[in-house]
């Protein structure tokens, strides 16, 4: 086992560990016992944020890369190694990840105060983290597919944890089916990758499959398509990426996986697990040659777009959210390919923090009200629920880009990217249609949400939910009752107690001020991360083109908030059955954006019918020819069998019966030798000697 | 014909009347006359070869005969007292009626 | 072949057939007495002075009157006088005849037929019989004194009628008679 002498860095496997450790643990309790797993979890996680803190520390020293890596599986005379790895980028990871997950199971608390299987919920969460945490610190591909799959699964666990909900349950199928899609390409990538060039761990003393000497000769080898190997490898490998981090052909999974939990929906779908493919992209990228990365920028910057798009007609609060998280995973991706590691894993860490706030801002509304979702049901909360409606405010301006927020400074370093690209304009354009389209969308949410006055929904769109408490509690389902909060009639919206709304204000706090330390004065998060150290200096603003690039991008947040305001926040809209603004303007647009522009459809009609007949025909082929098979060879034996029977019974037993018979008769007729009789004894006697004498007498004459 | 064989035709003549009459009379005590006839027969077998044959000084056939008669006489008696037990027992003594050993 | 030896032998041999075919016992007992008499007759000829004595003390003077006495204590389980012979008496006769034939045959054919016709008759005493049963018989003296006492006293045993000592006391059989 390689290693060295930092104790942190022997000890990092900690981290992940601990969670896991947790999980386990709480896998035995029984329902009752709430505080017990919770304090396994939130404990746990609070020991991993302290060796993450100790570990950024530790790089904010020396920010050289440390690896640990120990023999693992033999097979022949090879060994598959794993082991973790120490750098800039995994530090930063670990630290928002154990931080956002903290402040999210502290929030849970509250969230799930009511729920049947809290118990259960602590257990996933923890398993969900320690995973996560494997994710970042594997320093071997192999480690981080297990960590990733094991991710993959507390992802379809969680999505479904009300899966006596078919609609959950669903939601959770489809997750797993279409991120499994992507983890085939991730899958035949890695083992690609191990064929060429004998290893997978990343850094390795120069021996490493993302080291030069690896990298290049991969990028010599050339495939089919004239591809270079890496390009093919690398490309591969983000199938995977796309698949967990949802762009554009494999996002369907993401705004049904809100049929979670609301805490799941902002740890799992907005700040860590969907930035695992970008954290995926991030740590391959010595790997990626310039037409992979060409390959990316696009693929990020349509679904950015196209996410947009979407959100712009949705009307359930966590779907607006979902799309917007979709999109700006797209914009991550977008930064990865035309920018860097930096740019785009600087996006990553601020939308993990402003996403993580505007989800549990929702999921606050959400309990607030009662377990209503539509966002035409609310209206006017602001006066209801201050806390909330600021920090969710706060997320908001982050999300758009609003000057000075985190977001503006990693969108517009992406954007500033983009528009430099050697290779095309166009996902600059697309970026800042997309950028528009976020303040627009998210405009028009905050306005629906809180602006204007209470909306009762109608009679006839009341939820169940809601409708529910018009019967008595002891007759309600438990599919309803495991999603009521505080049992209450329609009354007025109330504030969250203060163990959701106090993550929300540190979050809040970090939405705003955390971009300060990746700007163009102080770029030290740029710096950090490529393993040197920032000046603060001034005159980085002075950087051709860039702050024409924040003019223009300032320019077209306003122009959304503008336009938001303008459709949704003039007048205030009165009923909730009222259209849309937009629906008015451009019925056809806006009813095929309300629709999600059919995708789930298309593959409906594709993919999943040529799965349906592929089934259908598999259960034919199983049935009757295997099955067939089987029975085939099951009715011979069985004619074997009774074949066997009958020459048993009649050829061996009757055979057997019969041998004894003639036995018992022969004995029979001996017996009748033996009449009792004395004299016949002795008559057979004297014929004997007389045979017996006759014999030597004549044998004496011859 | 010489002295010899004459002796040993009468032996044999008295052997065989002594196994007619074993195989052929039903009662007990004339089947042990019988034996007791054809171990006579055997006697007179010894007394011819001991007279006539090679070395009679050793009387060899003499001592035979002698052993001979006693162990006869031994027979005889156990022989009767089991026909006297056998006829209290099952008031018979015709060897044709006990057939317990049969089979 | 001296004519008292012929008489004797007739002797010998029409009291063996007497015995084995009169009807009643008695007569049997007493013909097969008048052929161990024609036997020791016999021995005496053939000079075995001793033999034809101890034939005469113990066949004639025992066992012909143990004969007779058993004959007479057994008076009642005699078969009746018309079914003397046994069913199987045929085959009896015809083995009997055959063992002579064979007998016989071995007899003439063999080289003792046409040996010396006479030798002298030896000279025996007393003291060389009882010297040789000493001397060199000890030992099957001695086993035959034993195997008399154990004859004896199983004969005593054999025949002793038990005293019933339960009320179920053993009486005779009689499903054990007619077969």
Redesign the interface.
Known sequence: MTGNSLWIVRNLWLIPALPMLAAGCSAFLKKSERTLSATLAIGSMSLSLLLALFAFLQMLIDPTRQVVSFAWLRFGDQWLSLGWLLDPLAAVMLVMVTFVGLLIFIYSLGYMAHDDNFTRFFCFLSLFAGAMLGVVIANSLLLLFMCWEVVGLTSYLLIGFWFHRPAAAAAAKKAFITTRVGDLGLLIGMVWLYAQSGTLIFYDNGRGCLEQSAVAGLAGHVTLFGMAVSTAIGLLIFCGAAGKSGQVPLHVWLPDAMEGPTPVSALIHAATMVAAGVYLVARVYPLMSAHALEVVAWVGAITALFAACIAVAQDDIKRILAYSTVSQLGYMMLGLGVGGVAVGVFHLITHAFFKALLFLGAGSIIHGCTEEQDIRNMGGLRRFMPVTFLTYAAGMLALCGFPLFAGFWSKDAILHAAHGWGVSRGPFYLGAIGALLTAFYMTRQVCYVFFGQRRAPAASVMPATVAAHAIPADQLEPVVSARLGEVCAIEDPHESPVVMTRPLQILAVFAVFLGFVGTPAWPWFQSFIAGQTAKFDFGGFSEPGLLSIMLVSSLIVFAGLAFGWWFYGRKPILHATDPDALERLQPGIFHALANRLYVDEFYGVTVIALMRFLAAFSAWLDRWIFGGAVNLISWLVKGFGWLDAGADKFVVNGGFDEGCREVARGGRLF?RL???????Y??VL??A??VL??LL?WGR?G | MNPLAGCLLVSALLFSVGIAGALTRRSAILVLAGIELMLNAANLNFIAFWRFGPHPEFLTGMIFVIFSIAVAAAEAAVGLALILAIYRFTRTSDVSEITEMKG | MTLAFLILALLTVAGGVAAMTLRRLVHCALALTVAFAGLAALYLNLGAEFAGLAQLLVYVGAIAILIVFVVLLTRGGESDPEHVFSPAGLAGLVIALAVFAVLAWAVMTSAVAHGAQSTPAPQTSMLQIGLTLMQRYVLPLEVIALMLTAAMIGAVILALREKPTSPASPSPNPELRAR
């Not at chain 1, 033996?674 to 016949?680: F, K, L």
């Open positions: 017996s033996q009449n009792g009789r004395v004299q016949t002795l008559s004297a014929a000697l007389v004498a006759v007498l004459r």
